[in-house]
T-cell receptor, first 117, second 114 residues
Framework: AQKVTQAQTEISVVEKEDVTLDCVYE???????LFWYKQPPSGELVFLIR??????QNEISGRYSWNFQKSTSSFNFTITASQVVDSAVYFC??????????????FGTGTKLQVIP | SQTIHQWPATLVQPVGSPLSLECTVE??????LYWYRQAAGRGLQLLFY??????ISSEVPQNLSASRPQDRQFILSSKKLLLSDSGFYLC?????????????FGPGTRLTVL
């Protein structure tokens, strides 16, 4: 069975600081997908990024960047120059195919980020 | 574009009462549909998923059930609620067809069982 570990339960940073959210995964699949979602206080999960196991290029989107390293089974998320609006719970997730041939996603337990003004 | 709706947004129910939460998706056909529960301060637990009308897979044995009476409608039900059923219920959809795809979530229903 696959597993996603987000060891950081809560992180507090002062506005404009950079912060990295860690994600470590375990899977036996050779083809898999990794995701990051943001859950603001309103509760809805907002999709941020999807990465497949064959694409190890890092990605940058504005203040967000993602570092995927297969060698260490990690998919870390960095927010540069954090803002108060970044305060949320962030979930890392991993997809798998079950015995019936259907995709299921395993979520980490989330990291709560608080950005202090 | 696709949108996903859930209702009600919040619900307070007594123990032993029935439950019906509804989720509908617009702008796509034959989606995969999912029900998740998030207990307070915890991660997401997959409850049910469906790849088509009438096709439901259960992940966690419990007093909840799910049904998919129409292609883009997914319903979560219970005959008798327990205190432990309290939580935040999220519906999600992804493209069907057997390929890996991103799951997109609805706004959620916050259920409190008293």
């Amino acid at each position: 069975a696959q597993k996603v570990t987000q060891a950081q339960t809560e992180i507090s940073v002062v506005e404009k600081e950079d912060v990295t959210l860690d994600c470590v995964y375990e899977t036996r699949d050779t083809t898999y997908y990794l995701f990051w979602y943001k859950q603001p206080p309103s509760g809805e999960l907002v999709f941020l990024i999807r990465r497949n196991s064959f694409d190890e290029q890092n990605e940058i989107s504005g203040r967000y960047s993602w570092n995927f390293q297969k060698s260490t089974s990690s998919f870390n998320f960095t927010i540069t120059a954090s803002q108060v609006v970044d305060s949320a719970v962030y979930f890392c997730a991993l997809s798998e195919w079950d015995s019936g041939g259907y995709q299921k996603v395993t979520f980490g337990t989330g990291t709560k980020l608080q950005v202090i003004p | 574009s696709q949108t996903i709706h859930q209702w009600p947004a919040t619900l307070v129910q007594p123990v032993g009462s029935p439950l019906s939460l509804e989720c509908t998706v617009e702008g796509t056909s034959n989606p995969n549909l999912y029900w998740y529960r998030q207990a307070a301060g915890r991660g997401l637990q997959l409850l049910f998923y469906s790849v088509g009308i009438g096709q439901i897979s259960s992940e966690v044995p419990q007093n909840l059930s799910a049904s998919r009476p129409q292609d883009r409608q997914f319903i979560l039900s219970s005959k008798k609620l327990l205190l432990s059923d309290s939580g935040f219920y999220l519906c999600a959809w992804s493209r069907g067809g057997g390929e890996t795809d991103t799951q997109y979530f609805g706004p959620g229903t916050r259920l409190t069982v008293l």
